[in-house]
Structures are given as structure tokens and as C-alpha cells.
């Protein structure tokens, strides 16, 4: 009933920024009611936590992102972005976005959310 699609990723030198986005769209779907975040998967590794907001507009980040990225929700437009500035290689990975979490102390916590994207491959040289 919830889809999610993201964009913005692609190829970029360390110290280079990005945008993501991803737009929720469904029958019953309004951003502004959900928690969202943003997760990545690199080769080998297990899927991280990046950011997350809740439907109050609590933020959590993972502290190797801290300073760096800053994640925001647009509810009008049922968007969800990520700006990520001075990238370094390893936050190259596959990005996906994800709503409706169990609580809003699960921000960063993949399994408790209930919709996902399909995800944008970000990619950062050195």
C-alpha cells in the first residue's frame, strides 16, 4: 500500500556532497504521520542505521555521519532527503530509505520499519 523511491545517488570524489531523496506515495500515505530513515548496505557488510526523524521531527544520526550528513523531511511533497557533504569512500554503498518504525527510539534500527525503497547506489573514490 506504501511505496518508496529513491534518487540522487551516483559517482563522486571524496570530500564531494550528494543529495538523496526519496518520495513515499500510497492511498493512505502521509510522511508527515510516519518516522523515515535512511539506511546503507556496502559489500560484505551488514545494513547500517544512517538517519533518521520521527513524525515530531526528532533526529538521530550514526556517529560516523555526525557533522556530515543532515537528513530532513518535506511533508508536503511526502519526501524524505538526505544531504551528505564531504563524503569519504567509505560511505560509498547502496542507500535505501524506510518508514514507519515501531517508535521513535528505533530510529536507527532497520528491522522495526515496516516499508522500504528500492535504493540508490552512492559511490565515493578517493
Known amino acids: 500500500q506504501v511505496q518508496l523511491v529513491e534518487s540522487g545517488g551516483g559517482s563522486v570524489q571524496a570530500g564531494g556532497s550528494l543529495r538523496l531523496s526519496c518520495v513515499g506515495s500510497?492511498?493512505?500515505?502521509?510522511?508527515?504521520?510516519?518516522?523515515m530513515g535512511w539506511f546503507r548496505q556496502a559489500p560484505g557488510k551488514e545494513r547500517e542505521g544512517v538517519a533518521g526523524i520521527d513524525s515530531g521531527g526528532q533526529i538521530s544520526y550514526a556517529d560516523s555521519v555526525k557533522g556530515r550528513f543532515t537528513i530532513s523531511k518535506d511533508n508536503a511533497k511526502n519526501t524524505l532527503y538526505l544531504q551528505m557533504d564531504s563524503l569519504k569512500p567509505e560511505d560509498t554503498g547502496m542507500y535505501y530509505c524506510a518508514a514507519d518504525c515501531r517508535g521513535w527510539w528505533e530510529l536507527l534500527t532497520g528491522r522495526t520499519y515496516k516499508y522500504w525503497g528500492q535504493g540508490t547506489q552512492v559511490t565515493v573514490s578517493s
Open positions: 500510497g492511498d493512505t500515505y502521509r510522511s508527515s504521520n510516519y518516522c
